[in-house]
């Protein structure tokens, strides 16, 4: 667990903390740090995503159908229970909705994947699997279907200042999949899903601009929080628990109920409990919505974090005895 906090939580905080004190003494302002994420979400973030799911194959996804079925039907579930809970909870527009969704409703599994499961778990290919499985649902479908909400409500608040004619049902989606953040993971999985079989020559074009993903989205994010007034209300502390608490237990009650591997199970329950979604926070900055809040929902869960991973492996560990 030092391991853990030190390589993969630690040096997020620290990041952090520069862009914070860049912003506040003046280095870099808020509107620059929307620049930064431009560059993360339409190159580097795209990078990054196509390259860590095209490495994947059709056998791996049909290796354990279990894990693929348990994580893509529960992870989108509790994608849409964050949404629905702060639009109809907390009577947040659409758009907030969408953005609470892609923030507490996803883990930040291509940002802290390997950097916390391989320490606990090693380097096998099941660890690699699991956060193949997790990605692919994660950016192939969460990120389209957040930004088609997202580009809805944007939508949905023009018709309404414009006369309220209804805008079109699909002209969200259409906008979502124009984006390279959207598009990028799902060319990605049909790629995987026709056998290609990547070249490892290409690997330097792609992983030079995806590099950059992390350290300039972290850093981004403390420049924003330099420029907002960092808030803990009820609403930062629900999408915590939404995160931090009930996606990983929805993930232990379903995998328990169908007899999940057990590996792959606490994999799974790790993966479920890691902290929100950094991508939600650079769309949050990108379209300038609900940018305090989802900062201060990150900061918060990131720093919770450290104690729920032990604690949700010892408490896999026990459910696991008792249904065994």
Known sequence: MLHIILYA???????????????????FSGNEARVFNKLVLNYALPAALFVSIIKANRAMLAVDIKL???????????????????????????????????ISGSPTIGFLGFAVLQPIFGTSAAVGLVIA?????????????????????????????????????????LQALEQPVAWAPILAVIL?????????????SFTLIAGANASVAVFAAGITLSSVKITFNSQVFMGSFLK???????ILAVGLMVHMDPLNLK????????????????????????????????????????????????????ALKMFA
């Open 267 to 318: 994999m799974l329950v790790v993966c479920a409990a890691l902290p929100p979604a950094f991508s939600g926070i650079i769309i949050a900055s990108r379209y300038n919505c609900y940018v305090a809040t989802g900062t201060s929902s990150l900061a918060l869960s990131t720093l919770l974090f450290m104690g729920a991973c032990p604690l949700w492996i010892w408490l896999t560990d026990v």
């Open 192 to 204: 995987v899903l026709c056998g290609l079989k990547w070249p490892t020559w290409l690997d330097p």
């Open 9 to 27: 939580i630690v040096p997020i905080f620290v990041i952090m903390a520069l862009g914070y004190y860049s912003g506040k003494s003046g280095a």
């Open 244 to 250: 931090l608490v009930i996606m990983p237990l929805a």
């Open 68 to 102: 693929t079925i348990v994580s893509f039907v529960v992870l989108m579930a509790c994608f849409f229970l964050v949404y629905f809970v702060f639009k109809y909870l907390y009577k947040d527009t659409t758009s907030e909705a969408a953005i609470s969704a892609l």
């Open 133 to 173: 499985i997790v990605a692919i649902e994660v950016n192939a479908l969460g990120i389209p279907i957040g930004l088609s909400l997202l580009n809805a409500g944007d939508a949905a608040k023009a018709a309404a200042e414009n006369g309220g004619k209804k805008p079109s049902a699909w002209k969200p989606v």
